[in-house]
T-cell receptor, first 113, second 109 residues
Framework: DTGVSQDPRHKITKRGQNVTFRCDPI?????LYWYRQTLGQGPEFLTY????????KSRLLSDRFSAERPKGSFSTLEIQRTEQGDSAMYLC???????????FGQGTRLTVV | RKEVEQDPGPFNVPEGATVAFNCTYS??????FFWYRQDCRKEPKLLMS???SGNEDGRFTAQLNRASQYISLLIRDSKLSDSATYLC??????????FGTGTSLTVIP
């Protein structure tokens, strides 16, 4: 499978715990995006990488959120001290060209209890 | 005002009907436009890009009106399998994909 893959698919965690998600983009894509989606809403932009450089961060990305893409390939999104409001689907996408089509992974569904 | 706005619906149409969705965007410097389809609890999947000249893919036609800042999606001869949420996506400048909230379509037998 050469699409975008995310791991894990589901995560249930207790409030206050830290969680980390992984995204493996399509191999020739140098652009990688993280989005968050809650029920009934469209995906909301969190952050964007071009190769290993994090070029944009949303105001939604509080200090508890951090993302990395150390070698310009896979990326991780960490949420520290999770809160119930963090419960959402976290989507990763990649694209090859600026302004080009983005392809999404299946997402990681986070539930904070 | 949101960057991208869509009528959330729901649109309930009989099989075989023609249905159209519109989406408006706020930034006149917008560069790229797409329609994505999202099934329940699944990831968004690219349906089609939207070009200034308009484009068609089978039963689907997308159009862009830069003067009025909206894009549209027309689905002809609706199938049951077309039932999904349709997301309008706009890239302004830079790299962010801005999504609308989606329009829900249910095609009824």
């Amino acid at each position: 499978d050469t699409g975008v893959s995310q791991d894990p698919r589901h995560k249930i965690t207790k409030r206050g715990q830290n969680v980390t998600f992984r995204c493996d983009p399509i191999s020739e894509h140098n652009r990688l995006y993280w989005y968050r989606q809650t029920l009934g809403q469209g995906p909301e932009f969190l952050t964007y990488f071009q190769n290993e450089a994090q070029l944009e961060k949303s105001r939604l990305l509080s200090d508890r959120f951090s993302a990395e893409r150390p070698k310009g390939s896979f990326s991780t999104l960490e949420i520290q001290r999770t809160e119930q409001g963090d419960s959402a689907m976290y989507l990763c996408a990649s694209s090859r060209d600026r302004g080009g089509r983005a392809f999404f992974g299946q997402g990681t569904r986070l539930t904070v209890v | 005002r949101k960057e991208v706005e869509q009528d959330p619906g729901p649109f309930n149409v009989p099989e075989g009907a023609t249905v159209a969705f519109n989406c408006t965007y706020s930034n006149s410097a917008s560069q790229s436009f797409f329609w994505y389809r999202q099934d329940c609890r699944k990831e968004p999947k690219l349906l089609m890009s939207v070009y200034s000249s308009g484009n068609e893919d089978g039963r689907f036609t997308a159009q862009l009106n830069r003067a009025s800042q909206y894009i549209s999606l027309l689905i002809r001869d609706s199938k049951l399998s077309d039932s999904a949420t349709y997301l309008c996506v706009v890239i302004f400048t830079g790299n962010q994909f801005y999504f609308g909230t989606g329009t829900s379509l249910t095609v009824i037998p």
